[in-house]
């Protein structure tokens, strides 16, 4: 059973995959494989020869490259046709069985397919925002970022399942346990 967690930025993706590590189960979070990406003297190369202004002695810039590429539909379509079939790749060697993935861009890598459930976890817009603000990410960013990605709707109907979460952490771990425990026991 392989299943991603898809959804926008401030949702809570990150909390269900921490529930999922908490109860044992395999997961791979497409955050933590690109932070690997970008540690790598290759992917850095094809990364500079795309966005030589975001690479300074072989060290990516990353607040300039997601300044650009969140503010530039073009660079950001470069820089995914970059990334996701690295971030595929990791996936599909991954052999683990039951397998969780937070994959926010299941829908724009073209990634569905590789997987049996997508979960969408979901919450207001303005719940999202005032939690971002919280991390300390402001206000205009958090914007951006949310502009950036698919509409919800969208991501609606990719999902096999959905968590709503507008309220508590203790009701997000709890509605994130019993569909884990549904979908990978």
Known sequence: MKVAVIGGIGTGKSEVLKVAREMGIACLSADEINAELLASPDYIGKLAELFPDCVVCGVVDKPRLSALVFSDKKSRLALNSLAHPEIAKRIAACGADPLVVELPLALESGMTDMFDEIVLVTAPRRVRLQRL????VSRPRAKAVMRAQLPVFMLKRAATRTVY??????ELRAAAHDLLRLLCE
Not at 133 to 136: D, H, L, P, T
Not at 165 to 170: D, F, I, K, M, V
């Open 133 to 136: 603000e919280k991390r300390g």
């Open 165 to 170: 979460n507008s309220g508590s952490l203790e």
